[in-house]
RNA sequence: GCGCCCGUAGCUUAGCUGGUAGAGCAGGGGACUCUUAAUCCCAAGGUCGAAGGUUCGAAUCCUUCCGGGCGCACCA
């Protein structure tokens, strides 16, 4: 495509359609009239939202004495143009606040560049505060300046943008119109830094371990894989930072915590995002009972601090997060819900099958005594726990780091937070025994050459740790996705994550 | 991965059992000095997700592909 002299002879034209060039005509015209249409700063501005509250008493017409030197910035959302005057609403970050010019004061020219501002431009005003006629808090604009053209226009002002798509894809996009959305991200920040203080107020500090990894550890999980190529070597996405923590613990932290991403190469749906963040904490000298009294303690202070309630809503289901939440152990819910019990599934898997086929639930043959304990758990039993409950107790084959207990040596100490009847936490008292973990992962190799690609490998260097001796310590894992979900009651993922995984656009 | 649904202008959308695309907002021109989905007048904007097929004729029917949504499965 040849030029039309609008890229100022560089040929750097952004690729845009029709709409475009009268905005790239602007830019020139704003150019070759000494206004750089891309500025470098606005010093001295008062956020909108700080004027909204300092001139909340303002009445109708009046003009804040003090207000002279006012100077606000922000993105032009709309105009209302009067001939000789015209209104446009500003927005920085999420508040919005009108301003208003006429020819008066501005002069033609000035006046004539603000007329010809396009909806998504952004703008620096300097004037005082006042309240309009009809009751709005407005800045009387004495003199202003363009800080940044936009050249694409913004989604409809009434309706929106509503395809997902599109909202996931241009995030930023999304943020500008549906202000809610960027509320709700923020809510999952007040929950992260939320946890940092309350974890840090614990004396727990705050660690980075390995996120690329010889070996993937400290979960049961598909990883992704990577090449580095000056050292030539294969290397793994974290599943977990698990094994790394516990190594911190051989070499004498006590309590510690990480907050970061995860990778798993597994299905992607309205719970599973390929890369997550998880918290994971580790605190020596103590076991998986103190974990959970921490889990019922920071739960509701951290729903205090999101929502400002230890109350939640799930659907009309209302929820209470305060302690203590009911101890259940897997046995009595399967029995319960199932009228199954750990040692009589067992012993007979078939019959175990077959409570599980009539309760609709998809077993195969070659399911194991392991598998079938978790899918009556996720399927049967998690659903029917609503109210905060800390299952314990699992089945050593299910829980290849986890330590077993002194009076049943088929049961390990660990428990899962149930809340809403999803999974809202993973702890165990940690398996410390060199020799006893090593049968463990001897355990899981023989499960992986049998062909589960889940299971977990054989970690030497993790084993030398343990071999120098690990203290006894609880340790516990929290999807932090999935607790902003709960707490900010969305049901998607991908709306307490700024950029879901998506295919890549052509 | 499997099943169901969706894809029309920058955005939100109309388009019936096939007759070759219509609107609102945004953008452009004009009028209007307290409006707020401002209003009024004018003009412009579409390879109907892509490629094949059926047909005299396809946005519409069929097939495949691409992208998305929602269920199911694996996982947190």
């Not at 301003?99 to 396009?118: H, M, P, Q």
């Not at 005594?369 to 800390?390: I, N, R, S, Y």
Request: charged share 30%.
């Amino acid at each position: 495509m040849p030029s039309d002299g609008r890229d100022g002879g560089d040929g750097v034209e952004p690729r845009l359609p029709e709409w475009g060039h009268e905005r790239l005509a602007e830019i020139d015209r704003l150019r070759e009239d000494g206004v750089e249409p891309y500025a470098r700063s606005f010093r001295g501005r008062t956020p909108l939202g700080e004027i909204a509250r300092t001139y909340a008493g303002l009445e109708t017409d009046q003009k804040a004495e003090d207000s002279h030197c006012c100077r606000v910035a922000g993105r032009v959302m709309s105009r209302r143009e009067h001939g000789k005057a015209a209104f446009l609403t500003l927005r920085d970050g999420w508040d919005d606040l009108q301003v208003y010019a006429k020819i008066d004061t501005l002069g033609e020219v000035s006046f004539g560049r603000f007329k010809s501002l396009n909806v998504g431009d952004i703008i620096g005003c300097e004037g005082h505060v006042f309240r309009t006629r009809r009751g709005e808090l407005t800045v009387f604009v004495e003199s202003w300046t363009i800080l940044t053209k936009s050249l694409r226009p913004l989604p409809e002002k009434w309706h929106g943008l509503h395809d997902r798509e599109t909202r996931y894809r241009q995030r930023y996009v999304d943020l500008i119109a549906n202000p809610e959305v960027a509320r709700q991200l923020q809510g999952r920040g007040r929950l992260v830094s939320g946890m940092r203080r309350y974890l840090e107020d614990l004396g727990f500090v705050e660690v980075e371990t390995p996120i690329l990894q010889p070996l993937p550890g400290g979960a049961l999980a598909r990883p992704f894989m990577t090449h580095h190529n000056a050292l030539d070597t294969e290397l793994y996405m974290r599943i977990a930072p698990e094994l790394y923590l516990k190594r911190l613990l051989v070499g004498g932290f006590d309590r510690i915590f990480e907050i970061g991403k995860s990778f798993r190469n597994e299905g992607i749906s309205l719970i599973h995002n390929p890369e997550f963040t998880m918290m994971e904490l580790y605190w020596a000298y103590v076991d998986y009972n103190a974990i959970m009294e921490l889990v019922e303690n920071m739960i509701p202070a951290l729903s205090e601090e999101v929502t400002g309630s230890t109350e939640i809503m799930v659907g009309e289901t209302k929820i209470d997060l305060k302690p203590p939440w009911p101890r259940r152990t897997v046995d009595s819910l399967l029995r319960e819900y199932l009228d199954l019990s750990l040692e009589g599934m067992r012993a007979d898997q078939q019959q175990a099958k077959q409570v599980l086929r009539e309760r609709k639930v998809d077993v195969e043959n070659r399911d194991t005594f392991a598998m079938l304990v978790d899918k009556a758990l996720k399927h049967v039993v998690w659903p029917a726990l609503v109210q905060p409950t800390f299952a314990i107790d699992y089945p050593l084959e299910l829980s290849p780091l986890s330590k077993s207990r002194a009076d049943d040596s088929l049961l390990v100490e660990r428990f899962q937070a149930i809340i809403a009847g999803r999974e809202m936490g993973n702890a165990f008292s940690e398996l410390n025994d060199p020799m006893d973990q090593r049968r463990r992962f001897e355990e899981q190799a023989r499960n992986r050459e049998a062909g589960d690609e889940e299971a977990h490998v054989v970690d030497e260097d993790f084993l030398r740790a343990l071999e120098y001796g690990m203290p006894p310590a609880g340790g516990l894992g929290i999807g932090i996705d999935r607790l902003a979900m709960l707490l900010l009651g969305v049901d998607s993922i991908r709306d307490v994550i700024l950029f879901p995984q998506l295919r890549p656009e052509h």
